[in-house]
């Protein structure tokens, strides 16, 4: 296996809530007396009140959680000077609670008008203690009852369906309407020619204490790739999925399969557990992640989310074009001849109607782009 898909096939899994500290135990921590904190003891017992700390990226506050003890809620902060228009959002994951005023029906219905999703294709099993699950169009998935997931749907969708979304804050209204809570939430930041971020400086930003934390230490770190020749590619994580905060920095480029191509990409997923992720994260993703940690406050603009996703789809374009040639080009060659040397007759024998469903939702741009290059 590839060292630097290995980020991708941990991404992909859309995170389960864990289980005895799920949204009942924030929700209800939420709902109780708190006091905010800076810093964390070994024993979070209540100390006395004290302020935010927003250079550090999160607000900590103490809550009651069960059996009386303390429970460290997070709260990640914006960092109000960068744009908002830095990141992206690459992953989104809520949980919401089903009633007779808001039934699966009208979930759906909601999905499609949201996010664009029309294909709703009945899983053969569950997900992550719930009993029924629907797999949306290759963007993501719905779950739904459960013993102990209390009339709640959990909703996931991946790089592809956060692609499909024309407008956030809507996503947004939806949510907070519902009283929904947000379990994850991936935000990323490309620089496509890697002279700003790349692997040497995001390391080098960690050893320079770039990453402190609210006590004051640093998370914890590792890097998986080619560190020693730089040739196939490098990952270097910061924080843990298990503390619901980890930064990744990889280079895109060679993970899509062009070792020459320089492009960076920052990614942070903030996971629920233990975290109130507010809903204004949707519209602002790039103030949030420059709060994130200290070294990454400069954040500037990044580009859109639909420039973004037509370059990876060209990308992939070209990639499978080349395995085309490469696995099946002499056997077309031997068609066009026994066409007699017409190409489109060889072409009508060998296409089927359709295109392929990772395409489709960034087909019109890639037909323009191809002709603009023909032009």
């Given at each position: 296996m590839n060292e630097i898909t290995q980020h991708q096939e941990a991404n992909n899994e859309a995170g389960c809530?864990?289980?005895?500290t799920s949204e009942d135990s924030t929700a209800e921590a939420a709902a109780s007396p708190r006091v905010v904190i800076t810093r964390i003891s070994k024993n979070p017992a209540l100390e006395s009140p004290l302020t935010d700390c927003p250079t550090v990226g999160?607000?900590?506050?103490v809550m009651p959680g069960h059996d009386n003890r303390a429970v460290l809620i997070q709260h990640p902060l914006p960092n109000g000077d960068a744009p908002p228009d830095a990141a992206i959002i690459d992953w989104f994951a809520c949980t919401l609670r089903l009633s007779s005023g808001y039934a699966l029906k009208q979930l759906m219905a909601d999905l499609t008008a949201l996010f664009g999703i029309a294909t709703f294709t009945q899983g053969n099993k569950g997900w992550c203690g719930y009993h029924k699950r629907i797999d949306l169009d290759g963007c993501g998935l719905?779950?739904?009852?459960?013993i102990a997931q209390r009339d709640t749907a959990h909703l996931s969708l991946n790089a592809h369906g956060c692609a499909r979304v024309t407008g956030w804050q809507a996503v947004q209204i939806w949510g907070e309407a519902h009283q929904a809570r947000i379990a994850r939430v991936d935000l990323a930041h490309d620089d496509y020619s890697g002279t700003v971020w790349n692997a040497e400086?995001?390391?080098?930003?960690?050893?320079?204490?770039?990453?402190?934390?609210a006590d004051n230490r640093k998370p914890h770190s590792s890097m998986v790739g080619d560190w020693d020749n730089a040739e196939k590619g490098r990952t270097y994580y910061v924080g843990s999925r298990a503390a619901g905060?980890?930064?990744?920095g990889y280079e895109k480029g060679k993970q899509l399969g062009e070792l020459d191509n320089p492009w960076f990409r920052l990614e942070l997923e903030l996971r629920g557990t233990n975290?109130?992720?507010p809903w204004n994260i949707l519209t602002q993703p790039g103030q949030y992640l420059a709060g994130s940690y200290p070294c990454l406050s400069s954040l500037s603009s990044a580009p859109c989310v639909l420039e973004t996703s037509v370059k990876v789809a060209s990308m992939d374009?070209?990639?499978?074009?080349?395995?085309?040639?490469?696995?099946?080009?002499?056997?077309?060659?031997?068609?066009?001849?026994?066409?007699?040397g017409d190409p489109a007759s060889a072409m009508q024998a060998l296409i089927r109607p359709g295109h392929p469903e990772r395409f489709v939702p960034q087909l019109a741009a890639l037909l323009r782009k191809k002709s603009d290059c023909k032009s």
């Amino acid at each position: 296996m590839n060292e630097i898909t290995q980020h991708q096939e941990a991404n992909n899994e859309a995170g389960c809530p864990e289980r005895g500290t799920s949204e009942d135990s924030t929700a209800e921590a939420a709902a109780s007396p708190r006091v905010v904190i800076t810093r964390i003891s070994k024993n979070p017992a209540l100390e006395s009140p004290l302020t935010d700390c927003p250079t550090v990226g999160e607000r900590i506050t103490v809550m009651p959680g069960h059996d009386n003890r303390a429970v460290l809620i997070q709260h990640p902060l914006p960092n109000g000077d960068a744009p908002p228009d830095a990141a992206i959002i690459d992953w989104f994951a809520c949980t919401l609670r089903l009633s007779s005023g808001y039934a699966l029906k009208q979930l759906m219905a909601d999905l499609t008008a949201l996010f664009g999703i029309a294909t709703f294709t009945q899983g053969n099993k569950g997900w992550c203690g719930y009993h029924k699950r629907i797999d949306l169009d290759g963007c993501g998935l719905l779950a739904w009852e459960g013993i102990a997931q209390r009339d709640t749907a959990h909703l996931s969708l991946n790089a592809h369906g956060c692609a499909r979304v024309t407008g956030w804050q809507a996503v947004q209204i939806w949510g907070e309407a519902h009283q929904a809570r947000i379990a994850r939430v991936d935000l990323a930041h490309d620089d496509y020619s890697g002279t700003v971020w790349n692997a040497e400086r995001l390391r080098a930003e960690y050893l320079q204490d770039g990453f402190l934390g609210a006590d004051n230490r640093k998370p914890h770190s590792s890097m998986v790739g080619d560190w020693d020749n730089a040739e196939k590619g490098r990952t270097y994580y910061v924080g843990s999925r298990a503390a619901g905060k980890m930064l990744r920095g990889y280079e895109k480029g060679k993970q899509l399969g062009e070792l020459d191509n320089p492009w960076f990409r920052l990614e942070l997923e903030l996971r629920g557990t233990n975290r109130i992720i507010p809903w204004n994260i949707l519209t602002q993703p790039g103030q949030y992640l420059a709060g994130s940690y200290p070294c990454l406050s400069s954040l500037s603009s990044a580009p859109c989310v639909l420039e973004t996703s037509v370059k990876v789809a060209s990308m992939d374009y070209d990639k499978t074009l080349s395995h085309l040639r490469k696995q099946w080009g002499q056997f077309i060659n031997l068609v066009q001849d026994v066409e007699q040397g017409d190409p489109a007759s060889a072409m009508q024998a060998l296409i089927r109607p359709g295109h392929p469903e990772r395409f489709v939702p960034q087909l019109a741009a890639l037909l323009r782009k191809k002709s603009d290059c023909k032009s």
